[in-house]
């Protein structure tokens, strides 16, 4: 088994090549989707938050309400912290189940958002940083996602400098570019993880 862990900033487009990854043959596990799923109505982790937090956390289903969460935390770092000391051992803990599941000679690839930020690059095999210019991450923020100017650049700044993602990443896939040839940039790369698991299982 490979262990990878994929990363990039916010709007570098790491949805995407770990969409393509999945194309190829990878097995995904998407941290983020992990943390939705570990805050879900009638979880222990949903109710520790609203410990931590309060009720107004909630939206009136009883879910998380994540932008009110995240207007509170991402303008707080001790508040933030808290927030990652109740969510991160819960997504650590549901990412080893489900890669104990997967098969031997597996790709496993970790998206996981905040890997520089966390010094989680020691947990895999390699890392993969998607990079982009920050130019680029703004104006697919802004454009794309539809925020302000402003929350774009907080959520940016709120992240590792982009030299220190480079720092640790063993392979940069560059995504100032159109869809298909990324597409074949993530091929590239797939060829070269096969290849790597393969020498590891010799």
Do not use: C
Request: a negative charge.
């Amino acid at each position: 088994m490979l262990k990878v862990g994929l990363t990039g900033g916010i709007g570098a487009g790491k949805s995407e090549v770990s969409r393509l990854l999945v194309e190829q043959g990878a097995v995904l596990i998407d941290s983020d989707r992990i943390a939705r799923e570990v805050v879900a109505p009638g979880t222990p982790g949903l109710a520790a938050v609203v410990d931590a937090f309060g009720e107004g956390i909630l939206a009136p289903d009883g879910s998380l309400d994540r932008p009110r969460l995240g207007s509170l935390v991402f303008a707080d770092a001790e508040k933030l912290a808290v927030l990652n000391s109740i969510v991160h051992p819960l997504v650590r803990a549901r990412s080893q189940e489900l890669e104990s599941a997967a098969a031997e000679d597996a790709v496993v690839v970790h998206d996981v958002p905040l890997l520089a930020e966390n010094g989680l690059a020691p947990l895999y095999d390699l890392v993969v940083v998607v990079d982009v210019d920050p130019g680029t991450q703004l104006d697919r923020l802004v454009r794309l996602r539809g925020m302000t100017e402003e929350d774009a650049r907080a959520r940016m700044a709120a992240q590792a400098p982009r030299e220190k993602r480079l720092e640790i990443a063993d392979v940069v896939v560059d995504n100032d570019v159109p869809l298909e040839e990324l597409a074949r940039r993530v091929r590239d790369v797939w060829a070269d993880l096969v290849r790597r698991a393969r020498a590891g299982q010799e």
